[in-house]
């Protein structure tokens, strides 16, 4: 059992078939809940253990002191292709950095499966012109002009949010920030992404991945963490809600909203956290955790009492760089 810790702490974790919440009071009593996902709106399955959690321990949402999420929407969304129809914006000549990726085929030897098809396909892939150097130098100014039109194309193909990835914006972010005013006031109402926010980082197919994968989550698990927050503080819970992310930490709603790229592992990062915390008491230092949910099976190494993290892997075929 816990230990008496004086505060109200509840955690609730939303796999692809069940809900499960965790309440721990005042005194360290542990109350549970386990309650069917929801799919068509994930937010209800969520209140739904919140509630249960209250009707057995009789603490109020009123009086929780700390609210953690752990979600597998994000996760579930790109392993059944359930994404936004998402476009890119890039610089001019380099429309088709997606589909050439690195160039470096996952089955040498197989000449028969097709590689995964990128987040945003070649059709909804746009150019500007402009162009900043490899030193963070402009070496040609961004053709405003351009952007407009790019917008016009993105406009006519139907897209539900827009990637923005240009060469160098790690270094000097000023036209993608530029590209994205245009693009917020030439297409209302649809959310843009730029890599210089998202992966901020040198090699363009790795950044634009990322980018092009937070662009795909915007809608779904932006949306859905913004209409939670909304939920739960309706409910009269008036702490935040945080939630977990890949990098086994956690984040207010509001930046996970706006990175949900960030939460591709965040139900099974918390499960990775659980698992050595747990060993660790049991003096078992080195361990393989295994955590089995109704769409995915996720398996994470544990050495040393410490979960061993990678700073570049792929969900479902796509690169992610965080």
């Not at 396909?121 to 002009?145: F, H, K, M, N, T």
């Not at 956290?273 to 747990?278: I, S």
């Not at 040393?304 to 993290?309: A, I, K, S």
Request: a negative charge; charged letters at 20%.
């Amino acid at each position: 059992m816990p230990e008496p810790s004086g505060h109200v702490r509840v955690g609730i974790d939303v796999g692809g078939t069940f809900t499960d919440a965790v309440l721990v009071d005042r005194s360290g009593t542990l109350h549970i809940a386990k309650v069917p996902s929801t799919p068509d709106d994930v937010s209800t399955g969520f209140l739904e253990g919140l509630g249960v959690l209250e009707a057995r321990s009789g603490v109020p949402a009123t009086e929780i002191d700390f609210l953690a999420h752990g979600t597998t929407v994000a996760t579930n969304a790109l392993v059944q292709d359930r994404l936004a129809r998402a476009g890119l914006v890039t610089n001019r000549g380099f429309r088709d950095m997606l589909e050439i990726g690195t160039q470096q085929r996952r089955h040498v030897y197989d000449l028969w499966s097709p590689e995964p098809a990128p987040v945003v396909p070649r059709d909804r892939c746009v150019e500007v012109s402009g162009r900043i150097g490899p030193e963070g130098q402009e070496l040609e100014a961004l053709d405003e002009s351009t952007v407009v039109e790019a917008a016009a194309a993105l406009r006519e193909a139907g897209v539900e949010s827009v990637a923005v990835v240009l060469l160098f914006s790690f270094l000097n972010p000023d036209h993608e920030r530029r590209v994205a005013e245009i693009l917020v006031r030439e297409l209302p109402g649809i959310p843009v992404t730029i890599s210089s926010d998202v992966a901020p980082e040198i090699r363009e197919y790795l950044r634009a991945s990322t980018t092009a994968v937070n662009a795909a989550l915007l809608p779904l698990v932006g949306g859905y963490v913004a209409r939670l927050a909304e939920a739960v503080a309706a409910r009269g819970v008036r702490v935040p809600v945080y939630l977990m992310r890949s990098n086994g930490g956690l984040a207010a709603a509001r930046t996970a909203q706006d990175l949900p790229v960030s939460l591709v592992t965040s139900g099974p990062a918390a499960g990775v956290v659980a698992a050595a915390r747990l060993a660790a008491a049991a003096g078992l230092p080195d361990l393989l955790t295994f955590d089995m949910g109704g769409t995915t099976a996720d398996l994470a190494v544990v050495i040393d009492g410490q979960p061993q993290v990678r700073w570049i892997g792929e969900q479902s075929g796509h690169r992610v760089n965080l």
